[in-house]
């Protein structure tokens, strides 16, 4: 190839480039950064959604599950003071949530005649088997933040392979074009995986924190049945 035709040649490689950085300067910027950051960008994507899906999947179960302790405990307490548990039982099935069925677990057992071991095995085995339902998938909230950011590493790593690749074989005239493009892939990457993985780790420190919260009230509320029960075994009615 003469020196003209090398010449005109790398001058059109230069044209097409940049109609390709125009163009994707015309998308809007999460086009744009899809269009640069490559496939790895789908499967930060797909994470995001499954992430988005347990966020608000947890967020309508804990409202539907959300009981006020003070009003709930007062109520109770009450008709157990009065001896009443079938009241309290029926009070429970009303609300049905981890702290209401843990304590119907322990009135049921109280209004069977049952020891007092009896009602705090009740009770512990009505927390082992609500509290799951209150956990659901948030624990998986770790997994995709984890997992999002290398996600972000790995594009990270296959744009610059595939930048420093492309400057390589490239044109003097190119070769700045094509190293900015295999950044461009990398830092879009690294971003949109940060990004995910910020809102999985806040999302689960929040999860749990709420999650922790309500174990402890289920637990502190069965042991204040469980004494109050014993206390009032003589007015207990049948």
Known sequence: MNPTDAAA???QAA??????????DNMNFIQRAFHEGGFVM??????????????VDRIMKLKNLNVDKKEFTDQIFRMVVAGDLRQAISYCDARPAALTNTVKAGLVQAMNKRPDEEIQVAMDAAVMREMPKVEGWVS????????????????????MIGSFKAVA???????????SKGISHAL???????????LCIVAYGLFQHRIQKTEN????TSMSLLNLVVANREKIRD
Request: aromatic share 6%.
């Open 9 to 11: 040649a790398a001058t």
């Open 15 to 24: 044209t097409n480039a940049a109609v390709q950085v125009a163009t994707a």
């Open 42 to 55: 789908y499967i930060i994507a797909a994470i995001f959604i499954m992430s988005i899906m347990v966020i």
């Open 140 to 159: 998986f909230l770790a997994v995709f933040g984890n997992i999002a950011v290398l996600a972000g590493l790995l594009g990270t790593i296959v744009g």
């Open 169 to 179: 074989v490239a044109d003097p005239a190119t070769k700045s074009i094509e190293l």
């Open 188 to 198: 879009n990457c690294t971003a949109f995986g940060l990004l995910v993985s910020i």
């Open 217 to 220: 009230e289920v637990v502190e």
